[in-house]
């Protein structure tokens, strides 16, 4: 026993070292609550603690190709058919899709607008489901090293998932609309009506607070991003109304709202940049990340 | 004095736990998941209260935070006040049967689960359920094996 005491007699007592830490604690969680200074500590600390983490999501990455590898080749030719269709027709839409957009691109010069809706995409591919128990997260293999920011708005092909809160050199933190922190500008897409779409915490649904009695929505209403605050970029599907309750004793509208984008389904997702880069270049980083995106349906064909 | 043979095995443990909380599991498993780094830090603080006690549950504790992506400070207040426990009572816990540390250890974790519930509340919207305060009982029952199985780790990395 006389280790223990040998330390006591240079260290602080336990005593005081706990109530000192016990404050740093607490004056961290001040500092990260209220502001994004800890980030560099964060990163660093993740640095750090990145081959734990990295080998800590090789079962699920294991378990997810074994039951993938599970599958039966007719299944697979199944998808494989669905997908070279759905590739067909998504072509033919998206060549008109250019059309209209340098159309609209030349209708808003002539107005005088200058927003920008040409974007830039990256495709992420889904390391891990809710870290902490009870959390509306999911863990990306892209961080700062491919230039992801703090903010950046993540969809996937049905609409929006959510946004980045934390990044580190490989990976990144996304928390999705769901989560009780989460609060995304949209719009009405029938008549432009705005609003904030608020995460609750219980999984596909949101709420739409603070609209009045007198507010035109309807159950069925598409909600768009608005584009407000400028983290999202405009015209992303966010969430469908699921239902309405109108308390004359409220002064709001209390309005349920599920995700469009089903945020438990699929490993792939698209971090955007929104307005970065001319329509020009849009299409050679699609591209470039699209050989990296296609290798499974590749593989798929190559059987 | 302990030798570097004799922190190896203490390391290691540490590693394996904090790879264990990071392992993503799916959904319906995540309440019956034990809180591995609680009891590997209350296993450590048991033995070796000099070298495993409050300072470590606190970088512990942060590592945490940060591979949960969680508000910083959280789980290291928590794990601060946890490893400040151990270490008070650790004689009287090293002369405690199993089964009454089995309880303890229940105790503990649910003062973990706690705190960052009750951190969380604070800070955002939280709800807690019953499934929550599961890995509390979960940890208390697998105490008697993990602690068998760390005093062995423990003293095959003994030189004397």
Same mark, same amino acid.
Request: cysteine-free; proline content about 6%.
């Given at each position: 026993?006389?280790?223990?005491?040998?330390?006591?007699?240079?260290?602080?007592?336990?005593? !005081?070292?706990? !109530?000192?830490?016990?404050?740093?604690? %607490?004056?961290?969680?001040?500092?990260?609550?209220?502001?994004?200074?800890?980030?560099?500590?964060?990163?660093?600390?993740?640095?750090?603690?990145?081959?734990?983490?990295?080998?800590?999501?090789?079962? @699920?990455?294991?378990?997810?190709?074994? &039951?993938?590898?599970?599958?039966? *080749? &007719?299944?697979?030719?199944?998808?494989?058919?669905?997908?070279?269709?759905?590739?067909?027709?998504?072509?033919?839409?998206?060549?008109?899709?250019?059309?209209?957009?340098?159309?609209?691109?030349?209708?808003?010069?002539?107005?005088?607008?200058?927003?920008?809706?040409?974007?830039? #995409?990256?495709?992420?591919?889904?390391?891990?489901?809710?870290?902490?128990?009870?959390?509306?997260?999911?863990?990306?293999?892209?961080?700062?090293?491919?230039?992801?920011?703090?903010?950046?708005?993540?969809?996937?092909?049905?609409?929006?998932?959510?946004?980045?809160?934390?990044?580190?050199?490989?990976?990144?933190?996304?928390?999705?609309?769901? /989560?009780?922190?989460? $609060?995304?500008?949209?719009?009405?897409?029938?008549? @432009?009506?705005?609003?904030?779409? *608020?995460?609750?915490?219980?999984?596909?649904?949101?709420?739409?607070?603070? !609209?009045?009695?007198?507010? /035109? %929505?309807?159950?069925?209403?598409?909600?768009?991003?608005?584009?407000?605050?400028?983290?999202?970029?405009?015209?992303?599907? #966010?969430?469908? %109304?699921?239902?309405?309750?109108?308390?004359?004793?409220?002064?709001?509208?209390?309005?349920?709202?599920?995700?469009?984008?089903?945020?438990?389904?699929?490993?792939?997702?698209?971090?955007?940049?929104?307005?970065?880069?001319?329509?020009?270049?849009?299409?050679?980083?699609?591209?470039?990340?699209?050989?990296? $995106?296609?290798? %499974?349906?590749?593989?798929?064909?190559?059987? | 004095?302990?030798?570097?043979?004799?922190?190896?095995?203490?390391?290691?443990?540490?590693?394996?736990?904090?790879?264990?909380?990071?392992?993503?599991?799916?959904?319906?498993?995540?309440?019956?998941?034990?809180?591995?780094?609680?009891?590997?830090?209350?296993?450590?603080?048991?033995?070796?209260?000099?070298?495993?006690?409050?300072?470590?549950?606190?970088?512990?504790?942060?590592?945490?935070?940060?591979?949960?992506?969680?508000?910083?400070?959280?789980?290291?207040?928590?794990?601060?006040?946890?490893?400040?426990?151990?270490?008070?009572?650790?004689?009287?816990?090293?002369?405690?049967?199993?089964?009454?540390?089995?309880?303890?250890?229940?105790?503990?974790?649910?003062?973990?689960?706690?705190?960052?519930?009750?951190?969380?509340?604070?800070?955002?919207?939280?709800?807690?359920?019953?499934?929550?305060?599961?890995?509390?009982?979960?940890?208390?029952?697998?105490?008697?094996?993990?602690?068998?199985?760390?005093?062995?780790?423990?003293?095959?990395?003994?030189?004397?």
């Amino acid at each position: 026993m006389s280790k223990p005491l040998s330390r006591m007699s240079t260290a602080p007592p336990v005593t !005081l070292r706990v !109530l000192i830490l016990v404050a740093a604690s %607490i004056a961290l969680m001040l500092v990260d609550n209220r502001t994004q200074q800890l980030e560099k500590l964060r990163t660093g600390l993740h640095t750090l603690v990145y081959p734990v983490i990295f080998l800590s999501t090789i079962p @699920g990455n294991l378990f997810h190709s074994f &039951s993938e590898s599970l599958q039966e *080749r &007719s299944t697979l030719q199944e998808e494989n058919e669905r997908l070279k269709q759905e590739n067909l027709y998504y072509k033919s839409r998206f060549e008109k899709l250019y059309a209209l957009e340098a159309d609209n691109e030349r209708l808003k010069r002539l107005l005088g607008q200058s927003d920008d809706i040409a974007e830039q #995409v990256l495709l992420a591919e889904l390391v891990e489901v809710s870290l902490e128990p009870y959390t509306q997260q999911i863990v990306l293999n892209k961080g700062t090293a491919d230039n992801v920011y703090i903010g950046q708005p993540v969809i996937n092909g049905e609409g929006v998932i959510g946004q980045v809160v934390h990044t580190s050199y490989a990976q990144s933190i996304v928390t999705l609309l769901t /989560d009780p922190d989460s $609060a995304v500008p949209v719009m009405v897409m029938r008549n @432009g009506l705005r609003g904030v779409m *608020r995460g609750t915490g219980v999984r596909d649904r949101l709420s739409l607070p603070y !609209l009045t009695p007198n507010a /035109d %929505i309807l159950v069925g209403d598409l909600l768009i991003s608005s584009g407000m605050g400028g983290r999202f970029p405009t015209g992303y599907p #966010v969430a469908s %109304i699921t239902a309405i309750e109108r308390n004359p004793s409220l002064e709001f509208l209390h309005i349920e709202a599920t995700p469009v984008a089903r945020l438990d389904h699929g490993r792939e997702v698209l971090l955007i940049w929104p307005g970065e880069e001319e329509m020009t270049s849009k299409v050679p980083a699609v591209e470039e990340q699209g050989q990296e $995106a296609m290798a %499974i349906p590749e593989a798929e064909e190559g059987q | 004095m302990l030798s570097v043979l004799g922190s190896f095995p203490l390391f290691l443990t540490v590693l394996i736990a904090l790879f264990l909380t990071g392992v993503s599991l799916p959904e319906q498993f995540v309440p019956y998941w034990p809180d591995w780094i609680v009891l590997v830090l209350i296993y450590w603080g048991m033995a070796y209260p000099g070298r495993v006690s409050v300072f470590s549950g606190w970088l512990l504790g942060l590592l945490v935070d940060v591979m949960h992506g969680s508000l910083l400070g959280q789980n290291a207040l928590a794990l601060t006040l946890i490893s400040y426990t151990v270490n008070v009572l650790h004689l009287r816990m090293r002369m405690s049967p199993l089964l009454q540390q089995s309880f303890f250890i229940m105790f503990l974790v649910a003062v973990h689960l706690g705190i960052t519930a009750w951190i969380r509340g604070m800070t955002g919207v939280f709800v807690v359920t019953p499934m929550y305060w599961m890995p509390a009982i979960i940890s208390g029952v697998i105490w008697p094996v993990l602690f068998v199985m760390l005093r062995d780790v423990r003293r095959s990395g003994m030189t004397r």
